[in-house]
Nanobody, 124 residues
Framework: QVQLVESGGGLVQAGDSLRLSCAAS?????????MGWFRQAPGKEREFVGG???????AYGDFVKGRFTISRENAKNTMYLQMNSLKPEDTAVYYC?????????????????WGQGTQVTVSS
């Protein structure tokens, strides 16, 4: 079993930056999991933000357009999402997820474990 806990969400203004963290615990080989970020706004489907494999391979959602960066520290079992140039449309609950796979998957159903989410609100 893997437990995931997100932190770092909050209320910011458009153009600001925010860094989210996802701490994993429970199984030591989370090092070898793909870690992903998703987001869900009210009334919308859960959307792929980005993901990173244990070898460092990354993938991002089309809307990111260079504004967000994912990184991970395997020694700390922690993944980060650095978000810059935030827009009001980035407002959502952000979730981290873990997938026992070799490559980053963009579909939520492929992920085995999920955190509870952290709210990000961007005001205009």
């Amino acid at each position: 079993q893997v437990q995931l806990v997100e932190s770092g969400g909050g209320l910011v203004q458009a153009g600001d930056s925010l860094r989210l963290s996802c701490a994993a615990s429970g199984r030591t080989f989370t090092d070898y999991y793909v870690m992903g970020w998703f987001r869900q706004a009210p009334g919308k489907e859960r959307e792929f933000v980005g993901g990173i494999s244990w070898t460092g391979g990354r993938a991002y959602g089309d809307f990111v357009k260079g504004r967000f960066t994912i990184s991970r520290e395997n020694a700390k079992n922690t993944m980060y999402l650095q978000m810059n140039s935030l827009k009001p449309e980035d407002t959502a609950v952000y979730y981290c997820a873990a997938d026992a796979d070799l490559t980053v998957q963009i579909t939520p159903k492929n992920y085995d474990y999920w955190g509870q989410g952290t709210q990000v609100t961007v005001s205009s």
